[in-house]
């Protein structure tokens, strides 16, 4: 891990972007952390759109999780961002376009080959980047899992035993084999669902929340769109990973 | 409305019975309220098992809310506690013992004969105790309303223009015609769900809250059975309230 770049931001946040081999991360660093006093990490999940384009609401995340005590982390993608292009990706992402343009249903097949090749290259990507950062004297524990592609956060949360409690953004394409993975998830969960997401399969998402396998999971569905988690809803996960990493 | 009693609770709460004509209930203030300082107002919506029998369950929400700054009160259903039996009530609870213990789906005319007659008798009720209550000079607004027999709830939020906010316990048998009122409810809403009670129809609350024409509605769905709402569930309900009566 190496770090390239350091900025204080407005609040005291210390904002390190680093590399980890050729992948390009962030770390967001509470300003009173210190190797006396190392704080939890929460691993904000990945961004299909690159973290560039991601910042603004990656930064915000890792402010407010700054002021509750939390060092917060990220990494890009395979394929995306300023990473190497990677064809089979791109394959899948053309192939759904095509069938989402023609109105045709996405089947089990297409979302297989656009989910399941990047949850198997990047959970393990995932999990360097928490060695790597656990490494750091700062930096303690215990560990949360906050994002995004739901899928990765599923699969991380079966494979990873130092991530002990997660909260997951339904709205993403989810394969059989991951639901099925689901059912032997155990950590505390926090799901935000959209409710009136066109772009989401609200049905998938309530089986997925069904599946998991965890004694203490909660579903917390809102309005307002992909984006427009409200501010509240946002708090509310904030509250939930206080009471599991503090 | 005639005060009947008056108790002053451990933490300060001032406990006052009451009637309403024939109707006995049960007002909760904060020690704080004045007539110089009245305070917003909750109705705890209302027990089919009687308010004796829920009177712990009531009273630590009571109590809950108090602290937050709120009076509550509640009324005893038509039928329900120390009021006159009603023999049209306890015919349909009978039918649908006898349909669950015969392991027969539940019709809905089993639904409607056991609902409806109680939301059209209640919720003239709940607005004459809440004339009453508004006209108490402690008790200012807005007002809330948090309960119980859902069906009443959606009734309530759709002909009582003084109540502005609700939290709703999915849980009971909902009649089709009152999903279909549910579509006018326009307050800000929040649903609270147990996921796995094994009482409780997860699809009908679902297609309810779908159904709900609110620009503002949440979902919590959690483990934990049909009492088994975890505290801080409680407590994310009680923030919602904060946030719209305060």
Redesign the interface.
Known sequence: MQFTSEQRLDDGVIEREFTLGDIPGILWMPAAASASAPVPLILLGPAPLGLRKMYPRLVARAQHSAAEGFATATIELPGSGNRPRWEAAEQARAELRRVMEAGEPVSDEIVDALVLPLVDKAVPEWQAALDALLSLPEIGGPVGYSGGVISIGVRLAVVEPRISAAVLFAGSFVPRAILEEARQVTIPLHVLLQ?DDEGNDRQAA?DL??AFG??????????GGHTGV?Q??GD?AA??FT?HLS
């Open positions: 409710w309530l929340f069904d965890s004694r203490e999971k909660t579903l917390h569905a809102n309005m409200p509240f809803a509310e509250r939930f009471r």
